[in-house]
C-alpha cells in the first residue's frame, strides 16, 4: 500500500510539473480567454425579459344555463395550449397590432432594406425572442419576452409584447370557439328551415284531404258496427303513424347528412349522430397533430418519429374518413329500414281497411293519416326550434377560458438577463485555465526533448551525474551565483568517484548539437577542481567554435591549432589564469583549415603529456554530432561527459549522441542535464537543496577520496 501511494502521489506530481513547467502558456491563453470574455460581455447589448402569466381552462360557459356542465379531464389540453401559443398566428397577430415590424425593423436597421417584406422577418425575431413555460400541476402559463432593442425602451417594448401575446390569445381562442359555435348553428338552422317546409307540405296536404273528400269532421269511430275492426285499424294506424315519424325524421337525417361534405361532416356529426368511435378517432387525430407541431421544431423533416407521427395521421385521416363513409351508410340503411317497416305497417293496414271499406270510406282514413303526418312534423320542428334557442342564448353567455393572473412589468435598467458579468468573468477564468492547461498538456504531449532524470535513464540507458540550473555564469566571474557552485562540486565528485573512471586524469566534454552549455559546464567544473587543489588545464579542443578564451577574456593565439602543426611548441602556448591551480590551452588560430588535427598523433602525444603534468586534463570538444573531432577526441581521453540542456532537443538526438560515444569507443562517465529551471521543475528541486547541504570541502573530499560508493552516493 505505501508504494502504490508513492506512485499516485509521483504521478500527481508529474501533472503539476507540466503546469509549472508550461505555466506561460497556461497564463497567456488563460488571460487570452478571460480577455476576450470580458470584452465579449461588456460589448454585448443589455438583454431584458418580462414576463406574463395566464390562466388557462377548458372551454365552458360562465354560467350554465340549460345543462349543467360536467368537469372533463383532458391530459393534453394544456400541452395543446402550450403550442398555440407558440404558434404562427398569435404571433403574426402581435406583431400586426403592435406594429412592430417597422419599430423593430428600424431598430435593427431592416425596415428601410425589406419594407413591406419586413413582417416575416420580425415573425422569426419575435418568435425566437419569446419563451413559454407551464407552472408544473396547475393551470399556469408564462410568456417571457427576451429584447435588447430599441435601446432604452427594450424593457417596455418586451412587456408590452408579453402582455400582447397574452391577449391576443385570448381573443383568438374565444373566436375560435365562437366560430366552431357559429357553424355548427348554421348546420341546425338549415336543419330547421328544412322541418318548416316539412311541416308547411305537411299542412298543405292534409288541406288538400279534406278539400278533396269534403269531410265534415265528426267522432267517427264512436259507437257502430264495426268498433273491434276500427280498434285494429286504430292500434295499426297509430303503429305507422309512430313508424312514419320515425322515417321522417331518419329521412331528415339522411337527407342532411347526404347534403353535407365531409368537413362540414365532420364538424357537426356531433349534434347529428352520437358516434362514439368517430369521435375518438377525431381525438386521436388532433393529439397527434399537436404532437406533430411540437415535434417540428426539435427534428428534422427526415426523422423516423416525423415520419411515424405523420403515418399515423394519414392512417387516422382515412380511418375517419372510412368512419364518415360508414356513417352515411349507416343513417342511409336506418333510414331504408324505416322506410320498409313503414311500408309493411301500410301493407298490414290496407288489408284490414279492406274488410272495413264496406262499413266506412276511406276519406276519413286518409284525413287520420294527414292529421297524424302534420302533427309529428311540428313536434319536431318544436323540437329543432327548441334547441337552436337555447344555443343561442348560451353562445351568448361569457365564457373565461384565459385569465391574466399577472400582467408583465417592465424590467428596470439594472436587471438585464444577459450579459452577466460576474458569471461570464468566472466561467472565462474557468474556461481559460482549463484551455491553458489542456493546452500545455498537448505542448507536453508533442514535446520529445529532455525534460527529467527519468528520460535520460529510460531513453538513453545513462547515468546522470550532475544537474545545472539556469543563468549560470562563470564560476571566476563575481557576479556569478555562489549557490551554483555547489552544483559542479557535485557533478565534480560524481565523476571522480564513477565505477568508470578509476584512475582518470583526461575528461573531455561534449554534447549532441551546438548551444547545450558544454563550454561553460567544462570551465565551471575545471574552476571548481582548481579550487579544491587539483592541478588543472583546459584544451580548448573546439577548433571551430572556440569559447574558452572568450570566458577568460584571453586571445585564442597561440594555441592548440598551432601546436599541432608544429607552428608553437605546448608551453609557449599555456597560459596562466586568476585560478593558481587552472591553465587554459586556447584552440589557436590557422590561416589554413583546421580539419583532420586532432586525429594526428601529435595530438595523441599532447594528450599523453598533459596528463603528466596535471592532475586532472579537461578537453572541450565539438558537438559530436556532425563534426568529426569530436568522436575522435573522445577515444583519446580518459572519459567523456555528454552535455544535455533540458527541454532543447529531441530525446533522439541525445540518444544518438551517446550510441556516437560508445560506438567511437568512448569511456561515457555519465550525462550532465543543464540549464534547469529549479524553481519551475520541481522534479530536481532535491538536488537544489542538496547543494547546500553537501560537505564538499576539500578536507572531507581529500577524506572520501578513494570511496567510490561514497562518492556516488554524494
Request: with cysteine.
Amino acid at each position: 500500500m505505501p508504494d502504490q501511494h508513492q506512485q499516485e502521489s509521483l504521478h500527481f506530481l508529474d501533472y503539476w510539473r507540466v503546469i509549472v513547467a508550461r505555466k506561460e502558456v497556461v497564463m497567456a491563453v488563460a488571460l487570452l480567454v478571460i480577455l476576450v470574455g470580458v470584452l465579449v460581455t461588456f460589448s454585448m447589448s443589455k438583454v431584458y425579459m418580462a414576463s406574463c402569466v395566464i390562466k388557462v381552462e377548458e372551454e365552458r360557459p360562465d354560467l350554465p344555463v340549460f345543462t349543467q356542465e360536467m368537469m372533463r379531464f383532458d391530459p393534453l389540453f394544456l400541452r395543446t395550449q402550450f403550442e398555440i401559443i407558440q404558434s404562427g398566428p398569435v404571433i403574426e397577430e402581435v406583431v400586426r397590432r403592435l406594429n412592430l415590424d417597422e419599430t423593430l425593423g428600424r431598430a435593427y436597421g431592416y425596415y428601410d432594406t425589406l419594407g413591406a417584406n419586413s413582417l416575416e422577418l420580425t415573425y422569426k425575431l419575435v418568435a425566437n425572442s419569446m419563451k413559454v413555460q407551464q407552472y408544473r400541476d396547475t393551470n399556469l402559463i408564462e410568456i417571457q419576452l427576451y429584447m435588447d432593442e430599441p435601446k432604452g425602451t427594450a424593457p417596455q417594448m418586451a412587456a408590452d409584447i408579453a402582455n400582447e401575446m397574452a391577449t391576443v390569445y385570448r381573443d383568438l381562442t374565444v373566436r375560435r370557439t365562437r366560430d366552431t359555435t357559429e357553424r355548427a348553428l348554421a348546420a341546425l338552422y338549415d336543419s330547421l328551415q328544412d322541418q318548416r317546409a316539412l311541416v308547411a307540405s305537411a299542412e298543405r296536404n292534409l288541406s288538400k284531404v279534406l278539400q278533396e273528400r269534403e269531410l265534415t269532421i265528426v267522432n267517427f269511430y264512436a259507437g257502430g258496427d264495426s268498433e273491434l275492426t276500427k280498434l285494429r285499424i286504430t292500434q295499426l294506424e297509430q303503429a305507422r303513424i309512430k313508424q312514419g315519424m320515425e322515417t321522417g325524421a331518419k329521412k331528415a337525417l339522411f337527407e342532411k347528412v347526404q347534403s353535407l361534405s365531409n368537413d362540414q361532416l365532420l364538424g357537426a356529426f356531433p349534434y347529428l349522430v352520437q358516434d362514439m368511435g368517430l369521435m375518438k378517432l377525431v381525438a386521436e387525430k388532433r393529439e397527434a397533430e399537436v404532437e406533430l407541431g411540437r415535434m417540428k421544431d426539435a427534428l428534422g423533416n427526415k426523422h423516423p418519429d416525423l415520419i411515424r407521427i405523420r403515418a399515423t395521421i394519414g392512417e387516422l385521416e382515412t380511418t375517419i374518413a372510412d368512419g364518415l363513409k360508414g356513417l352515411r351508410t349507416g343513417v342511409e340503411a336506418e333510414y331504408e329500414r324505416a322506410k320498409a317497416e313503414t311500408m309493411a305497417l301500410e301493407e298490414m293496414l290496407e288489408k284490414t281497411k279492406a274488410s272495413d271499406r264496406i262499413h266506412e270510406g276511406e276519406g276519413y282514413l286518409e284525413y287520420e293519416v294527414a292529421k297524424a303526418d302534420v302533427e309529428h312534423q311540428r313536434r319536431v320542428l318544436e323540437a329543432l326550434e327548441l334547441r337552436y334557442a337555447e344555443e343561442r342564448i348560451e353562445m351568448r353567455i361569457p365564457r373565461t377560458t384565459v385569465e391574466r393572473v399577472e400582467p408583465a412589468k417592465p424590467p428596470s435598467d439594472r436587471d438585464q438577463v444577459r450579459p452577466r458579468p460576474v458569471l461570464n468573468i468566472v466561467l472565462s477564468v474557468l474556461v481559460g485555465l482549463t484551455a491553458g492547461v489542456g493546452l500545455a498538456y498537448f505542448a507536453e504531449y508533442l514535446d520529445t526533448s529532455i525534460k527529467t532524470i527519468d528520460d535520460i535513464e529510460q531513453y538513453m540507458q545513462a547515468t546522470v551525474v550532475g544537474v545545472i540550473p539556469q543563468k549560470v555564469k562563470p564560476l571566476m566571474d563575481p557576479a556569478a551565483h555562489a549557490a551554483h557552485a555547489e552544483a559542479y562540486r557535485v557533478l565534480r565528485t560524481n565523476v571522480w568517484f564513477s565505477k568508470d573512471a578509476p584512475g582518470g586524469k583526461s575528461i573531455c566534454v561534449t554534447s549532441a548539437s551546438v548551444g547545450e552549455g558544454k563550454s561553460l559546464t567544462l570551465f565551471n567544473l575545471a574552476y571548481t577542481s582548481a579550487q579544491l587543489g587539483d592541478r588543472v588545464i583546459v584544451v580548448d579542443s573546439d577548433l571551430h567554435r572556440p569559447r574558452q578564451h572568450k570566458i577568460l577574456e584571453t586571445d585564442n593565439r597561440p594555441g592548440l591549432a598551432n601546436i599541432l602543426v608544429g607552428d608553437a611548441e605546448m608551453d609557449d602556448c599555456i597560459q596562466k589564469t586568476a585560478e593558481p591551480n587552472m591553465d587554459l590551452l586556447p584552440s589557436g588560430k590557422l590561416s589554413t583549415g583546421v580539419h583532420g588535427l586532432i586525429a594526428t598523433d601529435r595530438m595523441k602525444e599532447l594528450v599523453t603529456e598533459l596528463k603528466e603534468r596535471y592532475d586532472v586534463v579537461f578537453f572541450d570538444s565539438p558537438p559530436i554530432i556532425g563534426v568529426s573531432d569530436a568522436s575522435l577526441l573522445t577515444r583519446e581521453v580518459d572519459g567523456v561527459l555528454l552535455v544535455i540542456q533540458h527541454r532543447k532537443y529531441p530525446r533522439a538526438l541525445s540518444a544518438r549522441a551517446k550510441e556516437m560515444v560508445e560506438n567511437f569507443g568512448g569511456n561515457l562517465l555519465g550525462v550532465v542535464l543543464n540549464n534547469i529551471n529549479i524553481s519551475r521543475d520541481y522534479a530536481y528541486y532535491y538536488y537544489h537543496q542538496h547543494y547546500y547541504y553537501y560537505p564538499h570541502d576539500e578536507k572531507k573530499a581529500a577524506e572520501t577520496k578513494g570511496k567510490p560508493s561514497k562518492g556516488r552516493q554524494a
